[in-house]
């Protein structure tokens, strides 16, 4: 009963491809996340969306693209991949906006850029 | 701006001794605070929390204590095992915000 599914765990792929990563949660929140880990832990968010809005874009490349076509999926398209996207993409979902509220994970998927 | 600042790693303990991971935070108001902990290979995994002054979080012997005076969320256990190797991450979030604010991340390592 995976509450948080990415897929793939694992992408390799070249510099100047095009791919996208899915997330799924079946917990019933609202609110869905990207974050970026870099190869030194660092883990910063990258985009949120509530009930199909998008709320947070973090500075983010317009090469990225988020899209929601419901609350219970959020997937990450990456256009004309660089080296410096190598990373591990994290999903995850929250009930509310509210802060109290624990964020939940998905497994990462570790993008790799030849 | 907010942010969180954690002792740098990695922490190395043998196995059954006491563990402290620091964490201090700058917020503008009054945040939630949470750690959470990354097992190799995986996601991440909320370890406890703390969502007001002077509040302990605790989960499977590990303690914080949320402390406004200090701003503070050290990370403490008494005794710890191997199978608590991992990375920890301390994190905040402000009211009728959407982002986790994530601290750099202590590897710590149990040798039996």
């Known amino acids: 009963d995976t509450a948080v599914s990415q897929t793939p765990k694992y992408l390799v792929t070249q510099m100047g491809n095009d791919k996208s990563i899915k997330c799924e949660q079946n917990l019933g929140h609202d609110t869905m996340y990207w974050y970026k880990q870099d190869s030194k832990k660092f883990l910063k968010i990258m985009f949120s969306?509530?009930?199909?809005?998008?709320?947070i874009n973090e500075t983010v490349p317009n090469r990225f693209s988020p899209k929601s076509p419901d609350k219970a999926h959020l997937n990450l398209h990456i256009n004309s991949l660089e080296l410096g996207d190598s990373a591990v993409y994290f999903c995850?979902?929250?009930?509310?906006?509210?802060?109290?509220?624990?964020?939940?994970f998905g497994d990462g998927t570790r993008l790799s850029i030849l | 701006g907010n942010s969180v600042t954690q002792m740098e790693g990695p922490v190395t303990l043998s196995e059954e001794a006491f563990l402290t991971i620091n964490c201090t935070y700058t917020a503008t108001g009054y945040p939630s605070l949470f750690w959470y902990v990354q097992y190799p290979g995986e996601g991440l995994q909320l370890l406890l929390k703390a969502t007001k002054a002077d509040d302990k979080g605790s989960n499977k012997g590990f303690e914080a204590t949320y402390r406004k005076e200090t701003t503070s969320f050290h990370l403490e256990k008494g005794s710890v095992q191997v199978s608590d190797s991992a990375v920890y991450f301390c994190?905040?979030?402000?009211?009728?915000?959407?982002?986790?604010?994530f601290g750099s991340g202590t590897r710590l390592l149990v040798r039996p």
């Open positions: 995850a979902s929250s009930p509310t906006s509210y802060s109290n509220q624990p964020q939940h």
């Open positions: 994190a905040l979030r402000m009211d009728s915000s959407y982002k986790l604010i």
């Open positions: 969306y509530n009930n199909k809005e998008l709320i």
